[in-house]
């Protein structure tokens, strides 16, 4: 299957005709980017929408300046740069090519242009874009119930859950259950086959990552 294939059998273009399809593509523009380079950046002005062609594509977002959190891979047919693309807002997370990756890009200005000229067709994309946004949002959303699912206790009365401990920048030290002890600020809760793991960064911009089950406290590190 040929790039063009891959890119025809995207989400976005769902329910169009095979004459809408080749008119909507017509309006894309292709670009080449190289292992390791940026397609955008987080924090930058995006008005334009991706579907990865050939390679593969990193969306991240920057944590501290050590690390960059690993959001998704988009792969040929994928879609990305979607919701800047709707609110004309900055870029809320980083891409970047994994290897040699060709896209297609599609500015806004371009897309008003195209539905202003093809109404019908362009409620149907607007239908594709809205389904697409709104899984991310449901997986951002599970991600959150499991982080606050998975709540510590806090040595005393007071339950603090992780969304807790990551959204406020909280100190804490974590003791495990062979005496080892972590100090930091928790970054992230994790999933991984082998169980939940927390994900934390020291003073000194360390990190360590600890299985869930080998945790025998947290308390407020002082």
Do not use: C
Not at 3 to 26: D, H, I, P, V
Not at 106 to 130: C, E, H, M, S, Y
Request: glycine fraction near 8%.
């Amino acid at each position: 299957m040929n790039g063009a294939e891959q890119a025809e059998k995207t989400r976005l273009l769902n329910g169009l005709k095979e004459q809408e399809t080749r008119l909507f593509l017509q309006h894309f523009k292709a670009e080449t980017y190289a292992p390791r380079q940026y397609i955008f950046q987080e924090g930058g002005h995006g008005e334009t929408i991706y579907i990865v062609k050939r390679g593969l594509v990193t969306l991240s977002k920057h944590i501290t300046p050590e690390v960059d959190k690993k959001l998704f891979s988009a792969r040929p047919g994928s879609i990305f740069g979607e919701f800047s693309f709707m609110d004309k807002g900055e870029r809320s997370a980083s891409a970047t090519a994994e290897e040699e990756t060709d896209v297609l890009s599609l500015k806004r200005a371009d897309f008003d242009a195209f539905i202003r000229n093809n109404p019908d067709t362009g409620a149907k994309l607007f239908q594709n874009l809205l389904g697409i946004v709104v899984e991310r949002l449901r997986r951002t959303n599970e991600a959150y119930r499991d982080a606050v699912r998975w709540g510590l206790e806090i040595t005393g009365t007071q339950k603090i859950n992780f969304h807790y401990l990551i959204t406020e920048d909280v100190d804490i030290r974590i003791e495990l259950l062979n005496g080892k002890t972590f100090e930091g600020k928790v970054m992230q809760l994790e999933k991984s086959d082998a169980g939940y793991e927390v994900i934390i960064v020291n003073k000194l911009g360390k990190l360590a990552i600890i299985p869930y089950h080998a945790i025998l406290s947290v308390t407020l590190a002082q």
